[in-house]
């Protein structure tokens, strides 16, 4: 497959809310209307906040116009076929231990026909890519350990490890840390 990746950014907003509006969640509906929003939340912000009716969508509009969401689409053949939350650390307030040289990807959304294709993989690649080129000096996941079924939107730990990811910490009893150092 020859994926593309384009940044978040205000000129292709509209691509990335009609991913959400109409692709991404076809096949779950519990994360219907979460914009990827939850990392961006500052921690103890009411549920309701973030993710009341319209708000989710209305604050990714927010935060990408003002530079506060960054991550990546990925397009094969013109269209939005995935989505990454990946950007600086300073944008993820839920995570410990912030740095302006620190990169998180934390958030993975491919499009249901896509899907056990190795999207994300690829994505992931193109997107390390992409963090070395701004010139991160390390990049940090938090793939859950739980069955990839349930809880795959974060990239699981072996994609991870393939890429030269380690495990720094366990963040709870199903979610852990991982790190990698570019040289």
Not at 68 to 83: A, P, Q, S
Not at 87 to 109: H, I, K, Q, W
Not at 158 to 177: C, H, P, Y
């Amino acid at each position: 497959m020859s994926l593309s990746i384009k940044r978040l950014s205000t000129d292709n907003l509209d691509q990335f809310l009609d991913y959400f509006d109409h692709r991404a969640f076809l096949n779950d509906e519990d994360w219907a209307g979460c914009y990827c929003q939850l990392y961006l939340a500052t921690p103890g912000t009411p549920e309701e906040e973030v993710f009341g009716p319209g708000k989710a969508r209305q604050g990714a509009c927010d935060k990408v116009g003002s530079g506060k969401m960054d991550g990546y689409l990925g397009y094969k053949d013109g269209n939005v076929v995935g989505w990454c939350a990946a950007g600086s650390s300073m944008l993820y307030p839920a995570l410990p231990d912030a740095d302006e040289t620190l990169a998180r990807v934390l958030c993975f959304n491919i499009d249901p026909d896509h899907r056990q294709m190795g999207v994300a993989g690829e994505l992931l690649d193109l997107i390390i890519e992409d963090l070395i080129d701004r010139g991160f000096a390390a990049v940090e996941a938090a793939p859950s350990t739980a069955s990839a079924s349930a809880r795959s939107f974060q990239g699981t730990v072996a994609m991870f490890k393939d890429r030269g990811f380690e495990q720094v910490t366990e963040l709870n009893e199903n979610q852990v840390l991982m790190r990698r150092h570019f040289d």
